[in-house]
């Protein structure tokens, strides 16, 4: 038996919270949050799967997490084929969540707004995998937060609105067409790379995205395998200050997989 958090098996043993409600597959009658964060929590080892925030106003926003105002830590969790208007996975406004070794599969929104859409949000994402996600993984909207240990590999990978995002050690998908960093995915700290993470199979063997049989491990040969920082310089304590944030990783040493560890 378990005696502590720490022995737990979360990607061996899945808790499914699913936002479909009437459990046939539908986009009728669902939840339109399957979580809403709360201050100071921690949500951890959880696949958030078939949220569906079609509604209006908040409920349009963060189908598989809903964060305003609220600054809770993501640990350890898959968000598979959730929607929203705005946030298919998570939306966050207002807080300085903090979201590690966490995987995005399979989301969708109305709009070009972003699988994690962070408003006024300088969130912290570490050791994180985004892959088939619909019009843009991460959309930024008046904030810079700290990106490190990703891959992002997705339709439109990073969108800023008035931000400036802190990337490093991770693997972006068109931000170095031809070698050289583009600047409108946010600021450069360097380490990053722009090459296919080589998934072991992003859709499953029901070649469906977003669904509980996503493997987005890493094959051998992968160019992020021991090309990340490792999370014990940074993990989920970092300094929320962005700024802060980007001195830390910069200092960093000890180089692990990119994206989920």
Same mark, same amino acid.
């Given at each position: 038996?378990?005696?502590? +958090? ?19 597959? +539908? ?32 409920? !349009? ?8 105002? =609220? ?22 406004? !207002?807080?300085?969540?903090? =979201? ?15 699988? #994690?859409?962070?408003?006024? &949000? ?29 891959? #992002? ?62 493997? +987005? ?22 300094? =929320?200050?962005?700024?802060?944030? &980007?001195?830390? &990783? ?12």
């Amino acid at each position: 038996d378990e005696v502590n +958090l720490d022995e737990r098996d979360w990607s061996g043993n899945k808790t499914i919270l699913s936002g479909d409600l009437n459990s046939n597959g +539908l986009d009728d009658g669902d939840s339109f949050h399957v979580v809403k964060g709360a201050d100071n929590s921690v949500i951890d080892g959880f696949v958030i799967i078939g949220g569906h925030a079609n509604g209006t106003g908040d409920d !349009s926003k963060g189908g598989g997490m809903l964060n305003i105002s =609220v600054s809770p830590a993501v640990r350890n969790c898959s968000f598979l084929g959730n929607f929203a208007q705005a946030g298919g996975a998570i939306y966050n406004e !207002s807080s300085l969540a903090q =979201v590690t070794n966490c995987l995005f599969s399979g989301s969708a929104v109305g709009s070009s707004s972003g699988a #994690v859409y962070n408003n006024q &949000a300088n969130v912290s994402l570490v050791n994180c995998t985004f892959s088939n996600n619909t019009n843009s993984a991460i959309y930024n909207s008046n904030c810079s937060p700290g990106i490190v240990n990703c891959i #992002v590999w997705s339709d439109q990978p990073v969108i800023n609105i008035s931000g400036n995002p802190y990337i490093s050690y991770s693997d972006i998908q068109g931000s170095k067409p031809s070698g050289v960093w583009h600047a409108e995915f946010g600021k450069d700290g360097g380490h990053n790379i722009d090459d296919g993470p080589l998934f072991a199979d992003a859709d499953g063997t029901d070649n469906i995205a977003g669904t509980i049989d996503d493997d +987005l491990s890493l094959q051998q040969g992968s160019p992020c395998i021991g090309t990340g920082l490792g999370r014990e310089d940074i993990g989920v304590n970092w300094p =929320v200050d962005a700024k802060m944030m &980007a001195e830390a &990783a910069v200092g960093g040493s000890n180089l692990v997989d990119i994206a989920i560890a």
